[in-house]
């Protein structure tokens, strides 16, 4: 058999699938079909895959969307402050997909606005105050804490550097307080699906100063420098941002695409048999899928090969960039739906790639 780098040189108008173990980190072999592996003509039966709009779901607040023992997503929208809060289930990561405004921590202020992320470790108490409408998508780990991805051979400093993490700054919460003449007395603790409310006699942010190595903190995707090779079309978790020990969250961005003629340029048709895949579609074009718009979810369970839409395996052929700002999590555990998301479903989705 000829020797070939996966994801080159693909015969004229055959097609490779990828079949792999543990996400992009285990095992994996390469077919080459006659036919893309998407080619189904029914599907009956819950497995399959899924699109969501959650642009459609306009109130404020809290609404769950997918869940499994280990990791929850929900969407979160608010036009003026909530209340302070204490997520006791877990770490929470918040993806800023619309608006802007402050976050007040015991460990100070950070400010947040479209397309930044903001870790705020499990029990940490945080007051949102938005300047404008806001729209979060939502990532709580309820088994173990997001840390950074190790970058190895890439050096400390490859994808982002540790200094693009932003700290809360305590001397831009004291002065936020006393300009406002605010003091934050309650602060709502969610844990186990239910709230309970603390209230306090004065103002709970009264931290004069404070060190270590356990903080809040805030990543925008425009400070994430995306790995690529020249040659060959990389995995989806080179673009790992943050993981737990159960899930991973990758940023998808704006990139310049292989240039080898014989590279393989959308992502490669696979079967990831362990993990879940979502993705959350912040803005841009998806260059692997058609007619998905920006605030759109989709889930491709782990079970059946996916890969991209016919379209955009065509175009791929006279594009140079990616223009596309998304964020993925590949969950270890399946995910199951809740009763909230099935009104947001575009149920055709599994058709799309006809
Ligand atoms: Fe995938």
Known sequence: MKKRQPHRDIPLGNFEEEQGQ???????????????????????GNLKPRLFNLAKFKKE??????????????LYQLEKADTACRMVDGDVLYFCHKGSGVILTEYGLLNYSEGHYFMIPKCFTHFMIPHSKSSFFVIKSLKSHFREPDRGMLGRHALYSSNSLIKPDLKALQNYLK???????????????????????DCIFDVLE?????????????DIMPIMSHRVHLPPSVHTTFLTQE???????????????????????????????????????????????????????????????PKAFQASSHKTHTNEYAVMIDSQSPFKRTKEISSLEIPDYWKSWK
């Open 179 to 201: 300009k406002h003449k605010l003091e934050v007395k309650k602060v709502m603790h969610y844990h186990q699906g239910e709230s309970t409310c603390f209230t306090y006699k």
């Open 247 to 309: 899930f991973i969250v990758c940023s998808f961005l704006p990139r310049p695409l292989e240039e080898d003629k014989s590279t393989l340029k959308v992502p490669f048709y696979h079967q990831n048999t362990d993990y879940d895949e979502v993705i959350f579609y912040h803005k841009g074009d998806f260059f692997s899928r058609d007619n998905i718009d920006k605030g759109m979810m989709t889930l491709h369970p782990a079970g059946f090969p996916h890969g991209p839409h």
């Open 61 to 74: 607040g809290w609404i769950p969307l997918l869940y499994n023992d280990n990791v929850s997503l929900f």
């Open 210 to 222: 404070w060190q270590g190595d356990l903080f809040p903190f805030s990543l925008s995707m425009e």
């Open 22 to 44: 543990q996400g992009f980190y285990g095992r994996v072999s390469h077919l080459i079909k006659e036919k893309p592996s998407t080619r189904w003509t029914h599907i009956e």
